[in-house]
């Protein structure tokens, strides 16, 4: 092998494992923010429409109904008792507090059932047929 084989040879390895030695290495990943998944976006929208056109400081001295979602006393008795919660009759004006209690009741039948969700939510009774009519109109 003459002179020059050998400093290209050399060259070459030289660069190999110069490129290892200070090649930076890659031992991290990169995490992307991502919007949450919020599968209950909609009938929400639809529900608050039906209920109060959006307003989150209705109030219904018929039925002590509250805030964005009409809230019942009872409803929210029954919210307490399950979850352990000690929240007022007076917390339901607060958007993310009742919002809190709503998507708990929809948790139970799931995201896939918008109607058994709805009927839910109103009660029960003839009413609930046109209740679902209603929020379906803003799904």
């Known amino acids: 092998m003459n002179n020059f ?4 040879i050399s060259v070459i390895f ?9 090649a ?3 031992d991290s ?4 923010n991502t919007q949450p998944i919020k599968p209950y976006k909609q009938l929400i929208y639809a529900i608050g429409k039906v209920e ?3 307003d989150t400081l209705s109030y219904n001295p018929f039925e002590e109904a ?12 029954d919210y307490n008792i399950r979850t352990g919660s000690n929240l007022k009759h007076s917390d339901m004006y607060n958007y993310e507090t009742s919002e809190k209690v709503f998507l708990y009741y929809a948790s139970q039948i799931g995201p896939y059932d918008f109607e058994k969700i709805a009927v839910n939510w109103n009660g029960s009774g003839s009413q609930t047929v046109y209740y679902w009519k209603r929020v379906k ?3």
């Open 137 to 139: 109109e803003y799904l």
């Open 29 to 32: 990943f990169v995490i992307f």
């Open 66 to 77: 509250i805030g964005f979602f009409q809230i019942r006393p009872i409803r929210l008795e």
């Open 14 to 22: 030289f660069l190999l494992i110069g490129v290892n030695v200070f």
């Open 24 to 26: 930076p290495r890659i």
């Open 5 to 8: 084989s050998r400093k290209i």
């Open 52 to 54: 109060t056109g959006h």
